[in-house]
């Protein structure tokens, strides 16, 4: 049994009938690569083979009586493969708009908590030949580099893929209820004892926000939370952004239950041409890109704010003796999105400023206990859902590096691999990339309602990137 971290419960904890805790990816296949194409049969034969090397796919969800303590994840004694690897084809002439409409549905279903929490979905029918595969697992699972992992794990450098350990049939049952009732009186016993270890002085503050002031007990923990937050959040310090207030836009409200999903490619090429020219990183070049898109889709709206956006960045902490170990190692670190302004190459520079500050400070957030930091990401999740707070960002743009060479899912060459992330009340759009031979694979996602548009964000990220490329 593996417990999850505070982290990993709290993306569970943020679902709601609106809000779902899963990101997945979209990858696009060649199936010329393959004697015979495609099919279902073949996926369902790769995915049972690699079942050893990725322990996560067969975790199932046990959960801990009166909430006491964390829940836990165990080998499900009655995995059923078939259930979550799945066949479906897009209706002719099968288009990359109607892709991108049959992903939107698909992410929009909650996975069910009483199996292991993940879903595959081959989709036929694309109209270039090609076959798409779109993998749904909780973030509570993994989080971006530990999804990379499990890619890894799945995926081949030839056609002919490779040996892998053979699969073990030999899984215990699940744990009953008074089991895992006395797992969480024992760790209910241990909290006073990891509060002290973790956060030694305590001051009331947080009682101050109205929606937790009625939680017995915040205050003592709170002034933990609010100094950990400034340390593990804190904003640039730029000079013309004091403070570095959250402005409003069309997508801070409450998210429906609906999903809009877009997609597309950038040269890599283009991007670090534009990087070498400018004395920037890869990163920087891709949150200003970003920023330039947004803009345009701010202004076609008529909503514009005077202020910058601001931006979550999520930042991998994973050691290298935790490879392997899934989960969640991540910090939520933040910086200004440069919407306000119109020079692209002046947008760019501003941002290289405001990012290079935010790595600067990343070191300071390694004295950071776990569990405080952990504790502090509860407290800013439940400001950003809450109806009746600010969230303290408008999106969030993840940036994953990925592999430079072609990758082959059950001898079928991998053309485009889209990541399909999370978004949430007040931050009802995510811009997540990642990097794959030669090139730059966008994945959005945003809320139905508030961008039905979000298609033409793609078209201004190419345009954005033709500007600094010509500069």
């Known amino acids: 049994m593996r417990q999850l971290t505070s982290l990993d419960a709290q993306f569970l904890a943020m679902e709601s009938a609106r809000q779902y805790g899963h990101v997945g990816g979209l990858a696009v296949l060649d199936p010329s690569t393959r004697a015979g194409g495609l099919d279902l049969a073949s996926v369902q034969e790769l995915i049972g083979q690699r079942l050893p090397l990725v322990p996560p796919l067969r975790w199932r969800l046990a959960e801990v009586p009166l909430s006491l303590d964390y829940s836990y994840w165990v080998d499900d004694p009655d995995f059923d493969l078939e259930f979550h690897v799945r066949e479906i084809a897009l209706p002719a002439p099968g288009n990359e708009a109607q892709l991108a409409e049959q992903v939107a549905r698909i992410v929009a279903r909650p ?131 004091p403070g570095l207030p959250t402005p409003r836009t069309p997508f801070s409200g409450r998210v429906s239950g609906h999903r809009k999903v877009a997609f597309g490619q950038l040269s890599l090429a283009d991007v670090k041409a534009v990087k070498d020219r400018r004395g920037t990183t890869v990163n920087d070049v891709v949150v200003a890109l970003c920023a330039g898109a947004v803009r345009r889709w701010l202004i076609e709206h008529d909503a514009l704010p005077d202020e910058p956006l601001v931006a979550q960045i999520p930042i991998s902490v994973r050691t290298e003796a935790q490879s392997g170990t899934y989960g969640n190692r991540i910090m939520l670190q933040t910086t200004p999105l440069f919407t306000q302004i119109a020079d692209p190459i002046e947008r760019l520079r501003l941002t290289h400023e405001a990012l290079g500050d935010m790595k600067e400070r990343q070191d300071a957030n390694h004295f950071i206990p776990p569990a405080v930091f952990a504790l502090a990401a509860r407290s800013t999740f439940a400001l950003a859902t809450s109806a009746a707070g600010r969230p303290p960002w408008n999106l969030v743009i993840s940036n994953v590096p990925g592999p430079q060479l072609p990758l082959y899912l059950a001898g079928a060459r991998l053309v485009a691999n889209y990541p399909i992330s999370v978004i949430t009340d007040g931050m009802g759009l995510n811009i997540t990339v990642m990097s794959y031979c030669g090139h730059l694979d966008f994945g959005l996602i945003a809320d139905r309602d508030q961008m039905p548009d979000l298609h033409l964000l793609i078209q201004w990220l190419r345009e954005e990137l033709a500007l600094l490329t010509k500069e």
């Open 111 to 241: 996975l069910d908590r009483r199996r292991p929490l993940w879903e595959l979905y081959l989709i036929q029918g694309l109209e270039d030949g090609h076959a798409a595969v779109l993998t749904k697992i909780h973030h509570a699972v993994v989080d971006g580099l530990s999804g990379a992992e499990i890619m890894a794990a799945l995926l081949d450098l030839t056609p002919e893929g490779r040996d892998v350990p053979e699969p073990s049939e030999r899984f215990g049952r699940m744990p009953s209820s008074t089991e895992m009732l006395l797992r969480g009186v024992v760790g209910a016993l241990k909290f006073p004892v990891r509060f002290a270890r973790s956060a030694p002085a305590a001051v009331p503050n947080l009682a101050e926000v109205r929606s937790l002031a009625v939680v017995p007990g915040v205050g003592t923990f709170g002034q933990v939370v609010k100094r950990t937050r400034e340390v593990a959040l804190r904003r640039p310090r730029h000079r013309s952004l």
